[in-house]
């Protein structure tokens, strides 16, 4: 988990978890999302303004 992760669940008590989404064609942030303990949940299909599909990750709070 990151230290931005970790302060957003200190921060917001009521959270139960984080999204991370970014297009498909972008492996680097998929990399990014993996190394911080978020998982892979699910494509999202591309909608205005978005013209890519997407995944969303997840990180369930510690």
Do not use: I
């Not at 498909?24 to 909608?47: H, I, M, T, W």
């Not at 013209?51 to 997840?58: A, S, V």
Request: contains cysteine; proline residues 10%; neutral net charge.
């Amino acid at each position: 988990m990151t230290m931005l992760s970790g302060w957003a669940f200190e921060r917001f008590p009521e959270l139960t978890h984080l999204d991370l989404m970014h297009q498909v064609d972008n492996v680097a942030s998929c990399r990014v999302a993996q190394k911080s303990g978020y998982l892979f949940q699910e494509v999202l299909p591309a909608r205005p303004p978005f013209p890519l599909d997407g995944h969303r990750h997840t990180l369930a709070r510690p």
